[in-house]
Structure formats: C-alpha cells, structure tokens
C-alpha cells in the first residue's frame, strides 16, 4: 500500500479517513475511526501528507501525526467545501474526508500554520481575556437597560454607566438595589481578573524577542505583538506580507471582470480578535498623527486627507501586518514612506 496523500474528517470521538497512492487511487477507505484508534492507524502507515481540516482540536492532532512522520497541512473548511460538492450531492464524514484528501493536492490551496503547544497556551490567555472583556460589557449594558426601566437613561461609556449607577443605588427600591448591586460588584470582580490577564500579557511580551520586535511598530503594543506571535508561529509560511494581511482579512475583496478593477470593502477573513487589535492600533497612530512632522504621521494624515479616515485606518492596519511579517521572518525594521 503506497498512499502519498490521506484526508481526515476530524471530529469527536469518530473520524474519517481517506488514503490514495500516486494515481489516484483509493488505497484507504474507513470512514469510522474511534477516537482511541486513530493515532494506532496513523502510526501504522507509511509517511505521508495529511490533510486536515483547521478546527477544535486540529493542532492537536497536526503535531501528534508529525511525531510519526508524517507531514500534516490543516487547511480552512471553506477551502475544502468545493471539493466536495463537485459532482456529488449530499454530505457525510466519508465525503467530507475525500474532500480534504482532494483539496490538499491542488498546488494553489492555502495552508494554515501548525500551532506549537507554547504557542496554544499564550492564545489561551488572549482568549480568556476576551471571554472576560465580553462579559463586562454585557454586564454593563445589562445595567443600562434595567436602569432605563426606572427612568435612569446613561450614555454607552462604561466609566459613566459604573459612576451613575453608584450614584442613583439608595435611589432604587427593594429588589432592583439588590440586582444592581450585584451587577456593579460583578463588574469589579471582572476588572479585576481583566487587570490580571493584563498582567500576564505583559509578561509574555517581555520574555519574547519576537513580541519586542513587533512593538517597536506604530501602533502595535503588548497585546498585539503577544497576539500575532501566538497566532502565526511561522511567518514564513506566507509568501509575502500582502499575503499575511489577506489572511487576516485586511485587504478588499476583488469583484472585476471586464477588465474592470471593483474593489469593495475588506474581506474580514480570519480571526476578527487579531484584525480588531491591528485597527484599534491604527485609529490611535492616526488619531495621534495631526500636527506631528514624522513621517509615520505625515503619510497617515496625508491618506486620511485623500481617502477618509476609515480607510486610512486600514491602509494603515494593513501595513502594519506586512511590516509585521518583515519582522517575523527575517526580522527587519520598517519605517512607513513619507
């Protein structure tokens, strides 16, 4: 058996497996693999290119395969849903394994980068950061909208909201003092386990070379370096830092034909938590940019004056990202032009 290619449905406890050889043929068909059975099966073949879809547990099972061998691509499910509908109807782990063993042939699919176990952990901390961040903000807009009910109308600042409600507590009566109490105390136990995370992302940016590097960007500070160094692990896993921004979803979406050039508004693929940061980085670089005669801040004025200050802001995000690939991989400095 000479299977060069092996596509697996990932899931929870059964998975898929499709294997071919160099021409094609299906070598290896079990589209039910226990979960406790899948490494034993890996294990036993000869090595080879795995494909995987990118999801719940994927890194896990990337690193696992390479241990024996094997060389893993994890690619995004969007990418592998063509294959799999082209000529078949209807969907199910066997199909879905022969897409990803189809997908990760075609020599122009994109491949998303193998998270270590180091970098995994770090993401976790900006995960639950975030987690705590969303809640404190639906807490927040909790108390607004009970306030409201008694006449108490506040503004979306979430300072204002915790000091005019302190302010107008011993006005509400009976249970409505109780609940709100209780909610302003929830925000603080937040803040505080916000402040903690804070912390730790600090820490991992002063033990990361990398980070350190990052930070000396317009616009990049502690929670956007530790982001992108956990995030993308190896930089060079994209050809160009065009590539990097396209895969944070930085760049616009292209609709031309005719010869016609239509580009609309940016794609917003990846991960929104890391495009997010980039645009808030680039808001308080151009926010901070009037009246400033450094270059940075003549060129970001001088594209908000032609484009408008939103699309400054992400002219500016996505240089960002490619000055940040530049770093990752060969660790050079950039300036923005004048």
Same mark, same amino acid.
């Given at each position: 058996?000479?299977?060069?290619?092996?596509?697996?449905?990932?899931?929870?406890?059964?998975?898929?497996?499709?294997?071919?050889?160099?021409?094609?043929?299906?070598?290896?068909?079990?589209?039910?693999?226990?979960?406790?059975?899948?490494?034993?099966?890996?294990?036993?073949?000869?090595?080879? =290119? /795995? $494909?995987?879809?990118?999801?719940?547990? %994927? +890194?896990?099972?990337? #690193?696992?395969? !390479?241990s024996?061998? @094997?060389?893993?691509?994890?690619?995004?499910?969007?990418?592998?849903t063509?294959?799999?509908?082209?000529?078949?109807?209807?969907?199910?782990?066997?199909?879905?394994?022969?897409?990803?063993?189809?997908?990760?042939?075609?020599?122009?699919?994109?491949?998303?980068?193998?998270?270590?176990?180091?970098?995994?952990?770090?993401?976790?901390?900006?995960?639950?950061?975030?987690?705590?961040?969303?809640?404190?903000?639906?807490?927040?807009?909790?108390?607004?909208?009970?306030?409201?009910?008694?006449?108490?109308?506040?503004?979306?600042?979430?300072?204002?909201?915790?000091?005019?409600?302190?302010?107008?507590?011993?006005?509400?009566?009976?249970?409505?003092?109780? =609940? /709100? $109490?209780?909610?302003?105390?929830?925000v %603080? +136990?937040?803040?505080? #386990?916000?402040? !903690?995370?804070?912390? @730790?992302?600090?820490t991992?940016?002063?033990?990361?070379?990398?980070?350190?590097?990052?930070?000396?960007?317009?616009?990049?500070?502690?929670?956007?370096?530790?982001?992108?160094?956990?995030?993308?692990g190896?930089?060079?896993?994209f050809?160009?830092?065009?590539?990097f921004a396209?895969?944070?979803?930085?760049?616009?979406?292209?609709?031309s034909?005719?010869?016609?050039?239509?580009?609309?508004r940016?794609?917003?693929?990846?991960?929104?938590?890391?495009?997010?940061?980039?645009?808030?980085?680039?808001?308080?670089?151009?926010?901070?940019?009037?009246?400033?005669?450094?270059?940075?801040?003549?060129?970001?004025?001088?594209?908000?004056?032609?484009?408008?200050?939103?699309?400054?802001?992400?002219?500016?995000? %996505?240089?960002?990202?490619?000055?940040?690939?530049?770093?990752?991989?060969?660790g050079?400095?950039?300036?923005?032009?004048?």
């Amino acid at each position: 058996m000479t299977i060069i290619a092996t596509g697996i449905d990932l899931a929870k406890n059964v998975f898929a497996v499709h294997g071919v050889n160099d021409a094609g043929k299906v070598e290896l068909r079990q589209p039910k693999v226990a979960r406790a059975k899948l490494n034993a099966l890996v294990a036993a073949l000869p090595p080879s =290119v /795995i $494909g995987m879809e990118a999801c719940s547990g %994927a +890194h896990y099972w990337a #690193r696992l395969f !390479q241990s024996h061998g @094997h060389t893993v691509k994890l690619m995004a499910p969007k990418l592998v849903t063509p294959y799999r509908m082209s000529g078949k109807r209807g969907k199910n782990d066997a199909a879905d394994a022969a897409a990803i063993c189809e997908a990760m042939q075609r020599p122009n699919m994109r491949f998303v980068p193998v998270k270590s176990e180091d970098q995994q952990a770090r993401l976790m901390v900006h995960r639950a950061r975030q987690g705590f961040v969303t809640e404190r903000t639906a807490v927040i807009n909790r108390i607004r909208g009970m306030l409201s009910e008694f006449g108490i109308v506040m503004p979306l600042k979430a300072e204002v909201v915790r000091q005019q409600a302190r302010e107008h507590l011993e006005d509400l009566p009976g249970f409505a003092n109780l =609940v /709100i $109490g209780d909610l302003l105390s929830e925000v %603080a +136990h937040l803040d505080e #386990r916000i402040k !903690q995370y804070d912390l @730790h992302i600090r820490t991992m940016a002063r033990d990361c070379n990398a980070a350190q590097q990052l930070m000396q960007l317009m616009g990049i500070g502690e929670t956007t370096a530790t982001a992108i160094v956990a995030m993308v692990g190896n930089a060079s896993e994209f050809t160009c830092g065009r590539q990097f921004a396209a895969w944070i979803g930085l760049v616009p979406g292209q609709y031309s034909s005719g010869g016609k050039a239509r580009l609309g508004r940016i794609t917003k693929a990846g991960d929104p938590y890391l495009r997010s940061l980039l645009v808030m980085g680039a808001r308080a670089v151009l926010n901070a940019a009037k009246g400033k005669q450094d270059s940075l801040s003549r060129w970001a004025v001088s594209v908000a004056e032609r484009r408008g200050y939103w699309k400054a802001v992400v002219a500016i995000a %996505a240089k960002n990202a490619r000055m940040a690939w530049a770093v990752l991989t060969r660790g050079e400095q950039f300036k923005l032009p004048a």
